[in-house]
């Protein structure tokens, strides 16, 4: 019995896992630790602000991003059940949990008009695709940060170099108005 239980999880794991390198989806990866400070600081977060993060991850930003800035609200989505989870448990000693909401959702499937900032760790063809429900969703003046990555057909308005010679992943965040 329990080691069907389990066999099931290890299937589950790795069904989860595996999904994005089928689908050419954006596996989970979490930003550095050593960066999520700046990636806050470059949302440059107001108490009336409403942020989104696309594909949460364990949370570490949002949650980072909280601790610097409680009077604000907060919405993570995430698909995948395993970081969905880790951000459950990341997010269990929120103080305001009504500052704090944890979508486990498509982000596509997502209305993002209330967002007035968005974070985004995700692959370039992502991006892309997400640009047009950006444009026309968005509120003017939304902004959006992106580590690493870039949008092909929207200039960013400034570009923040983390300064990381030899790390190949969180090297640059890119600031984009819409
Ligand atoms: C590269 S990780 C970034 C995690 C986190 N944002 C960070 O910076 O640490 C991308 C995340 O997006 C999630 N994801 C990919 N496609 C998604 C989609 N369509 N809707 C919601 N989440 C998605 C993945 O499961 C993964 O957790």
């Not at 990341?90 to 982000?107: A, E, G, H, Q, T």
């Amino acid at each position: 019995m329990q080691i069907a239980a389990v066999a099931a999880v290890i299937v589950f794991v790795f069904r989860d896992l595996a999904k994005p390198m089928q689908k050419r989806e954006v596996p989970f990866i979490s930003v550095s630790r050593k960066i999520v400070g700046c990636v806050v600081q470059a949302m440059n977060i107001k108490d009336n602000d409403m942020v989104y993060e696309l594909g949460c991850g364990d949370c570490r930003v949002l949650a980072a991003a909280y601790n610097q800035n409680p009077m604000a609200k907060y919405i993570g989505i995430e698909k995948n059940t395993i970081p969905f989870l880790l951000s459950k448990w990341r997010l269990r000693k929120i103080l305001k949990p009504d500052s704090v909401d944890l979508l486990k959702k498509d982000m596509f499937d997502c209305n993002l008009s209330e967002a007035t900032i968005v974070y985004a760790y995700l692959y370039p063809h992502i991006m892309d695709k997400l640009l047009p429900k950006l444009k026309q969703e968005l509120k003017p003046g939304a902004k959006l940060v992106s580590c690493d990555f870039i949008f092909k057909e929207k200039e960013f308005n400034e570009i923040i170099d983390l300064k990381r010679p030899g790390k190949s992943l969180g090297k640059k965040l890119y600031v984009y108005r819409f």
